[in-house]
């Protein structure tokens, strides 16, 4: 029998009562006994972080007086749960609920094959038999990011998968990884940050591994309000294009990253423009995060 190391999972809520308090729900069924729960409240109206106490007093919640963004917000949860001597951290998105074994079989796996790297689940739409990602890819020749398995049956896979990187939806990693790479960079805000830590977790020589048997559902882009349609918002927008070119200045090599300049601006630029964004408040948000992308990339070269 496997022992259970310390889990630490967080998650971030931001006027998200219903989803948190249903994610939280899910939790409290699950078969892997040593975890703990910290729960990071960005600045919600109406005593949301009151509420989810109130319904479970065990979590420790952080409280920020206004909406920090993903990636501060995860990075207060991370640096806590390594203070507390956690061996695992698990970051959860809070419009996610999970399958009860969900966190025994990552944590089997890790401590079965002396893992260090990320692993992911396989992560389901909400409600549905249907995969949204087992971790995800982006084309060396369009720069379009791309989650692998999205839209096929959730029996598609059997085995295990490498991908790119690992969505923060479900990322888990031993704490020994962090330590010596480090957290979310806090430039990003939000999107693009997970494949940056992706990124360098896998250049300082770890592995990511998308796990099938784990399975959590996740509700998508609840916190954008965009469940029912595939199109972005001028928040999804602006961070989408700003963040990409963000991204290659940053992690990629010189070379690869003109590539990579070239097909964002070329190939995903006007395709994004237009079929992905919702109205021309997003276009507008969307040509906004391009140039200053680009203004950041100048500012670094």
């Not at 009151?50 to 065990?58: G, L, N, Q, T």
């Not at 089997?108 to 949204?132: C, D, H, Q, R, S």
């Not at 990602?133 to 059997?158: D, F």
Request: charged content about 20%; overall charge positive; aromatic content about 12%.
């Amino acid at each position: 029998m496997i022992r259970e190391p310390l889990v630490y999972i967080i998650t971030a809520n931001w006027n998200g009562l219903k989803d948190t308090l249903e994610l939280l729900s899910s939790l409290n069924k699950i078969d892997y006994k040593n975890r703990r729960i910290v729960l990071i409240d960005n600045g919600s109206l109406n005593s949301e972080s009151r509420e989810i106490k109130k319904h479970f007093p065990k979590i420790h919640i952080i409280h920020n007086n206004t909406n920090t963004g993903y990636c501060k917000a995860n990075n207060q949860g991370i640096v806590y749960a390594l203070m507390k001597q956690a061996k695992y951290i698990l970051l959860l998105n809070n419009d996610t609920i999970v399958k009860h074994n969900f966190l025994k079989i990552l944590v089997n796996y890790a401590e079965n094959n002396n893992f260090e790297g990320v692993l992911t689940p396989k992560i389901l739409y909400y409600k549905k038999n249907i995969i949204w990602a087992m971790g995800g890819h982006i084309s060396p020749v369009t720069s379009i990011p791309k989650m692998i398995g999205q839209n096929k049956a959730s029996n598609t896979y059997r085995g295990m998968v490498e991908p790119d990187y690992a969505s923060g939806c479900g990322f888990f990693v031993n704490s020994s990884v962090l330590k010596k790479v480090g957290v979310f960079n806090e430039i990003y805000f939000a999107y693009y940050e997970d494949t940056d830590l992706s990124y360098r977790i896998k250049r300082a020589g770890y592995k990511i591994l998308a796990i099938p048997q784990s399975v959590i559902w996740h509700k998508v882009s609840r916190s954008s309000n965009t469940i029912t349609t595939d199109k972005i918002n001028s928040f999804q927008s602006y961070y989408l294009a700003r963040n990409g070119l963000i991204f290659g200045t940053k992690i990629l090599s010189f070379p690869q990253n003109i590539i990579y300049s070239i097909a964002q601006l070329l190939i995903k630029f006007p395709a994004y423009i237009l079929l992905k964004c919702k109205d021309m408040k997003s276009r507008l948000f969307y040509a906004k995060g391009i140039i200053d992308g680009i203004t950041y990339a100048v500012s670094k070269s």
